[in-house]
Nanobody, 125 residues
Framework: QVQLVESGGGSVQAGGSLRLSCAAS????????MGWFRQAPAKEREGLAG???????TYADSVKGRFTISRDNAKNTLYLQMNNLEPEDTAMYYC???????????????????RGQGTQVTVSS
C-alpha cells in the first residue's frame, strides 16, 4: 500500500503564493505517475498537473504558467508551487499516485488509485 500526506495549504490573498507538499510512504517503489487535483464545493474534481518519473509535466490550462509540479524521488515527495493565486483557486487540493502502467497526463490524475486526505487552499480577493 501507498500512503500520501499533503501539507502546505492555507489562506492567502489574491496574487500570493503557496507551496504544497505530498509525502509518500509505504510501498513507494510502486509509485510511477503522480499528480495534483482539486475539488471545490459543488464542483467536479479537476486534474491540475501530472508528472512522470523522469520529470515530464503536463498542466491544465487553468493553472498553466502559474503552477509548477515537481517531484523528489529520493525523498518520495511531490510538490506543487502555486503562484499568482486567484480566488477561483480556492479548493481542497489532493495529491495522487499510480503504479505500474499509467499515464502521467494531468487529465488522468483524478483516476489515480492512491490519494491523500487533501489540504485546503483559500484565496481571498
Amino acid at each position: 500500500q501507498v500512503q500520501l500526506v499533503e501539507s502546505g495549504g492555507g489562506s492567502v490573498q489574491a496574487g500570493g503564493s503557496l507551496r504544497l507538499s505530498c509525502a509518500a510512504s509505504g510501498s513507494t517503489y510502486r509509485i510511477y505517475c503522480m499528480g495534483w487535483f482539486r475539488q471545490a464545493p459543488a464542483k467536479e474534481r479537476e486534474g491540475l498537473a501530472g508528472i512522470s518519473p523522469g520529470g515530464v509535466t503536463t498542466y491544465a490550462d487553468s493553472v498553466k504558467g502559474r503552477f509548477t509540479i515537481s517531484r523528489d524521488n529520493a525523498k518520495n515527495t511531490l510538490y506543487l508551487q502555486m503562484n499568482n493565486l486567484e480566488p477561483e483557486d480556492t479548493a481542497m487540493y489532493y495529491c495522487a499516485a499510480a503504479a505500474g502502467s499509467c499515464s502521467s497526463g494531468y487529465r488522468w490524475v483524478t483516476d489515480f488509485p492512491y490519494r491523500g486526505q487533501g489540504t485546503q487552499v483559500t484565496v481571498s480577493s
